[in-house]
Every structure is written in C-alpha cells, then in structure tokens.
C-alpha cells in the first residue's frame, strides 16, 4: 500500500457525461501527479500540481482539468466523455519539493468506463 | 519518434531464469532513470532508479544505463513466479526543477513460470 487513496476504484459512464476522480496524496507530500493509462498509449503524464499550482502540464486535454485544494486533496475533472477516453486514471504524490528527481507514488488508480 | 521505446513482449521464462528487460530513449538530456513493477490490476510501484550511467544492483534487481547509446536495462536473477508482472521504464524529463514529468515505455508482461 503506497499510502495514495483514490476514488471511486471503478466508473461506469455514457458519452457525453462529466466525472470526477479524486485523490489524496501520502502524509505530508506536497506534489500531485495525474496519469492516463490505455492500452494502446500506456502510461502518459498529465499534469503536475505542486502544493495548490499547476507545476508541470503533459499532454492534458482540454476537456480534463484538474486542481488541488488548500489539504492537498486532488480532483481530476473529465467532461465531454468520448469512449476513447475509458482508460485507468492514476494518481501519484511525491514527498519533497527539492532537487531535479522526487519518487513517485502511485495510488491503486480509477477505471473509467465510457459507453 | 517515441521518448521511450519498450518492447511490450509478452515475455515467458522458466522459474530460476535470469530476465533481461530492456529499453531505449531519445533524449541525451534525460539523467534520471527508473524501473516500475505494476502486477494486474494494481498502481506501479518503483523498484529502482538510477542517476547518469552505470550500475544500480538491488537483491536479484539490476538496473543498467548506458548514455552513450541510450539504453537502459533491468536484469532479474532467480526469477520467481511473483515476479510476473509488467514492467515499465520510465525517464524523468527535467523541464524546470521542481517539474517531474515523467516518461514511460510501453511495459513487458513478464511471466515467470514454475
């Protein structure tokens, strides 16, 4: 257990529909990342966001959005859903702000269902 | 072209077989190096990383970089059954300091058989 909780572990939704994923990170770890992973793109960043800014931005969509609150909770938002868009959705934290590499640890994730 | 490139396998090996994972990268620039195990139906989970080049050994884990011709390598001594898993690489792109993206191969499915 990486101490990373996401919820719900499972969502069933129709095209066209808006949901949202939540995350907490670890005790005491600032950054929040957001990860999409499908089997035909893998696993792709999404974004960063570092004790309540954005910090770092991949290949996000504009329909996804995300922020993090003054606890440090996460919720990323999907809107518009399109069946390319079912996929596992995972969230990671990191402990320190410091320095050019910061361990990454992944909560259990969110499949998404879009029919 | 693909960051990182990953053979996705599926790879099969018998129980006490030593494992060869391997990936390449395109950007000379990246200096970090990581290996994550993900079993099904769960989050990934990093078992090493390694800084610039060389050697990382950890039990029957070895991590291996080569910069000069982008490839990095994971070796498994002893494979046993629970380490059927999938196995990503990933790289951590620097951008700005504090900015930790990171970059993942494909995954290998590894399957270890008793």
């Known amino acids: 257990d990486s101490g990373v909780t996401q919820t719900p572990k499972h969502l069933i939704t129709a095209t066209g529909q808006r949901v949202t994923l939540r995350c907490s990170p670890r005790?005491?770890?600032?950054?929040v990342y957001w990860y999409q992973q499908s089997l035909d793109q893998g696993l792709q960043f999404l974004i960063q966001?570092?004790?309540?800014?954005?910090?770092a931005k991949g290949n996000i969509l504009e329909r996804f959005s995300a922020q993090q609150f003054p606890d440090l909770h996460s919720e990323l938002n999907l809107s518009s859903l399109e069946l390319g868009d079912s996929a596992l959705y995972f969230c990671?934290?990191?402990?320190?702000?410091?320095?050019?590499?910061?361990?990454?640890?992944f909560g259990p994730g969110t499949r998404l269902t879009v029919l | 072209q693909k960051e990182v490139e990953q053979d996705p396998g599926p790879l099969s090996v018998p129980e006490g077989a030593i494992v060869s994972l391997n990936c390449t990268y395109s950007n000379s620039a990246f200096q970090y190096f990581m290996w994550y195990r993900q079993y099904s139906r769960k989050g990934p989970e990093l078992l090493m990383y390694?800084?610039?080049?060389g050697n990382k050994e950890d039990g029957r884990f070895t991590a291996q970089v080569d910069k000069s011709s982008k490839y990095i390598s994971l070796f498994i001594r002893d494979s046993q059954p629970s380490d059927s898993a999938t196995y990503l690489c990933?790289?951590?792109?620097?951008?700005?300091?504090?900015?930790?993206?990171?970059?993942f191969g494909q995954g290998t499915r590894l399957t270890i058989n008793p």
């Open positions: 966001y570092y004790n309540g800014e954005e910090r």
């Open positions: 005790s005491g770890d600032l950054s």
């Open positions: 990933a790289i951590h792109n620097p951008g700005i300091q504090g900015a930790q993206k990171l970059v």
């Open positions: 990671a934290s990191s402990p320190r702000r410091g320095g050019w590499y910061n361990e990454q640890f």
């Open positions: 390694t800084y610039s080049s």
